[in-house]
């Protein structure tokens, strides 16, 4: 079962809606939680990084939030555009694994106009 | 700054042979290097982890012989598909940690 699970897994909004990514973990104890843009052949691409300690991080229309007591995670994205189309992946760094980390499946955003 | 870069980009290869990929960090020195495969509308899935240097850690399951990995400078690590097969052909990621891991462009491979 994987430690990282994602919902939806796909996602269509309309240009200029809000929307919110989830994502629930099992690894613990766990160094940090991060949220990755991947684009469409593309590498992924930081978003934010939060530690254990941190309840919420943003990062322009991004807004990650975090609960380390029920181990969840959100993403909000503001005002979307259409070059936010891309699969938003949550990441956890296990400390178990020598801080390896531990993807989730990702969900694919499309923003249409 | 923090510029991972992959070469090449995308490359198609005939059932048989060897490819080589490059993984180069550009603006800083990375002691570990990090390899992943992802399959179409899957996550990414590491396959070793490197250190200039020294051998190559792989994970269960990814056969060492298959995939040579070279970390020969703090700068670059290659990863070599030998004998690619059909199978082979996926999205191969490196990623690069200076304090924080930075993810390359990736690499598309086709085998034919």
């Known amino acids: 079962k994987n430690q990282v699970e994602q919902s939806p897994q796909s996602l269509i909004i309309l240009e200029g809606k809000n929307c919110t990514l989830q994502?629930?973990?099992?690894?613990?104890?766990?160094?940090?939680l991060r949220w990755y843009k991947q684009d469409t052949g593309r590498g992924p691409v930081s978003l934010t990084i939060m530690t254990f300690s941190e309840n919420t991080k943003s990062n322009g229309r991004y807004t990650a939030t975090l609960d380390a007591d029920t181990k969840q995670s959100s993403l909000h994205i503001t005002a979307s555009q259409l070059s936010d189309s891309a699969s938003y992946i949550c990441v956890v760094s296990a400390m178990e694994y020598g801080n390896k980390l531990v993807f989730g499946a990702g969900t694919i955003l499309r923003v249409k106009s | 700054g923090a510029v991972v870069s992959q070469h090449p980009s995308w490359v198609i290869c005939k059932s048989g042979t060897s490819v080589k990929i490059e993984c180069r960090s550009l603006d800083f020195q990375a002691t570990t290097m990090f390899w992943y495969r992802q399959f179409p509308k899957q996550s990414l899935m590491l396959m070793a982890t490197?250190?200039?240097?020294?051998?190559?850690?792989?994970e269960q399951g990814v056969e060492k012989d298959k995939f040579l990995i070279n970390h020969a400078s703090l700068t670059l690590s290659t990863l070599t598909v030998t004998s690619a097969h059909p199978e082979d052909s996926s999205f191969y990621i490196c990623s690069a940690t200076f304090y924080e891991q930075y993810f390359g462009p990736g690499t598309r491979l086709t085998v034919t």
């Open positions: 490197s250190n200039e240097g020294s051998k190559a850690t792989y």
């Open positions: 994502c629930n973990y099992t690894v613990s104890p766990f160094s940090n």
